[in-house]
Structures are given as structure tokens and as C-alpha cells.
Nanobody
Framework: QVQLVESGGGLVQPGGSLRLSCAASGSIGSINIMGWYRQAPGKERELVAHITSGGVTNYADSVKGRFTISRDNAKNTVYLQMNSLEPDDTAIYYC???????????WGQGTQVTVSS
């Protein structure tokens, strides 16, 4: 079993920054993909960014140039640095861990990010 614990959410003004962290524990395969998804009220959950254990990244078009995903493989931790935050970024952000096979996926409990003046 894999457990994912997120932290770093909160309330921030437009143009501000937040850094989300997600620490994974349990039975974790070395070759994996960790990522961040978000779900805004009334919207479907969407991929924000993901990163492979080899460092290959992918971003949603809406966050390119503003968000940066990174990971520390030794700590089994993934980060999401969010800059130039906009009200449309308001959502619950969920950490995810999956494998290339697609046979297993794990989710964190979610952390609320609110961007408002």
C-alpha cells in the first residue's frame, strides 16, 4: 500500500506563490510517475503536471510558465512550485502516484488552494 500526504495549500492573493509538497510512503516501485491533479467546484478533475522518476515532465497548457514540478527520489517526495497564481487556479490539489503499466494508482487526500484578493 502507498500513502500520499500533501501539504502547502492555503489562501494566497493573485500574483502570489505557493509550494505544494507530497510525501509518499509504503511499498513504492522505483520507476513511477508522480503528479498533481486539481478539481475546482463544478469542474472535472484535471492533470496539472506530472514527472517521471527519470525527470521527464508534462504540464497542462494553463500552467505552463507559471508552475514547476520537481521531485526528490531519495525522499519519495514531489513538489509543485506555483507562481503568478490566478483565481482560476483555485481548486483542491491532489497528489498522484502511478506506474507506466497503469495497473496501480494512489491518491492523496487533497489540499485546498484558494487564490483571492
Amino acid at each position: 500500500q502507498v500513502q500520499l500526504v500533501e501539504s502547502g495549500g492555503g489562501l494566497v492573493q493573485p500574483g502570489g506563490s505557493l509550494r505544494l509538497s507530497c510525501a509518499a510512503s509504503g511499498s513504492i516501485g522505483s520507476i513511477n510517475i508522480m503528479g498533481w491533479y486539481r478539481q475546482a467546484p463544478g469542474k472535472e478533475r484535471e492533470l496539472v503536471a506530472h514527472i517521471t522518476s527519470g525527470g521527464v515532465t508534462n504540464y497542462a497548457d494553463s500552467v505552463k510558465g507559471r508552475f514547476t514540478i520537481s521531485r526528490d527520489n531519495a525522499k519519495n517526495t514531489v513538489y509543485l512550485q506555483m507562481n503568478s497564481l490566478e483565481p482560476d487556479d483555485t481548486a483542491i490539489y491532489y497528489c498522484n502516484l502511478r506506474y507506466h503499466s497503469g495497473l496501480s494508482t494512489s491518491w492523496g487526500q487533497g489540499t485546498q488552494v484558494t487564490v483571492s484578493s
